[in-house]
């Protein structure tokens, strides 16, 4: 209730009244900056007022982010952009997978989210306001995006390793053709190690940095669900973001993976996959013969 302290009024019970008063003696606050200020000043325990925030969004955000893919894969206009065409989820199939995510958020996420404010805050996170420029959020989620596609990488490449496949990615691929809603159905392990590179990171770099803002972290997660829930998606079409950002993964990419249940194992972008060469697909393979044959007919010249 610090941005109240000019009020000589009592302080309003309501949070609608609590934004009133608080628009009175803070003009200099954008609209977003005092609905943040008042959900605060209403909850009287930034635990809880964080917590609650970060479940709503998280759940809003993939189950809203889902609903445009539930919806598309039931017109079958459609189906000449699904990746493959013959493979479109069941009801059945999107309610069981629906079921599992819920409980895997509910048991696994929510404890993580509640501790998530007495965590940022003991790393330096800012969650007062004003909130930081867009340049800087802007900058922050890029640099999130890079160092979150190494991890993934890294843990996802050695998940598909045969103890680690058979005890804790496999449920992962009980889909070959993915949907949205599947980008979160993994193991409660698997959940807690990949979603480490999207939590992890911002509070290393916040602990680094010194200049790091929750709402930065609420956006970059939902772009991060985002770019998982389009990745699984099982689309891809004229507009996907990869046919403009050559590097981008998106759907084709991952599509690959979940069919041939090997490469392709970067989340968002394609570098890692080619340095590694573990690209997968008729056309990565295509490219390695050709880098095979090329390095023997070198190899060949030098030779004579």
């Excluded at 459609?78 to 309610?95: A, M, S, Y």
């Excluded at 390793?161 to 979160?184: C, D, M, T």
């Excluded at 697909?281 to 090329?294: D, I, V, Y």
Aim: proline residues 4%; contains cysteine.
């Amino acid at each position: 209730m610090s941005l109240l302290v000019n009020s000589t009024l009592a302080a309003p019970d309501t949070y609608f009244g609590i934004y009133n008063e608080l628009s009175k003696y803070n003009v200099h606050l954008n609209i977003f900056e005092r609905l943040w200020a008042s959900w605060y000043a209403y909850m009287q325990n930034d635990v809880l007022a964080t917590g609650i925030m970060s479940f709503v969004m998280h759940e809003a955000v993939y189950f809203g982010r889902s609903l445009p893919w539930i919806i598309i894969d039931r017109i079958s206009y459609f189906n000449k952009w699904k990746l493959q065409g013959q493979k479109i989820p069941t009801v059945k199939e999107q309610w069981a997978c629906t079921k599992l995510v819920l409980l895997s958020h509910f048991t696994v996420e929510l404890p993580q989210i509640w501790l998530f404010h007495p965590m940022a805050v003991s790393c330096g996170m800012d969650t007062g306001v004003p909130f930081p420029s867009w340049q800087t959020i802007c900058v922050q989620i890029a640099i999130f995006f890079v160092l979150e596609d190494t991890w993934h990488y890294w843990m996802h490449r050695l998940f598909h390793f045969g103890f680690f496949y058979k005890n804790v990615h496999k449920i992962h691929h009980q889909y070959s053709a993915p949907f949205g809603l599947a980008a979160e159905y993994a193991s409660p392990i698997e959940t807690m190690v990949l979603g480490a590179g999207t939590v992890v990171v911002p509070i290393v770099f916040c602990l680094v940095t010194g200049n790091f803002h929750v709402l930065t972290m609420y956006l970059w997660i939902a772009a991060r669900l985002f770019q998982a829930i389009d990745a699984h998606s099982g689309y891809d079409f004229p507009w996907s973001l990869h046919h403009f950002i050559p590097f981008w993964a998106g759907a084709e990419h991952h599509d690959v993976h979940h069919e041939r249940f090997i490469g392709n194992y970067a989340s968002s972008f394609r570098w890692w996959d080619y340095l590694m060469d573990t690209e997968a697909g008729p056309e990565a393979a295509k490219q390695r013969r050709e880098r095979k044959l090329a390095k023997e007919a070198k190899k060949a010249k030098k030779a004579q």
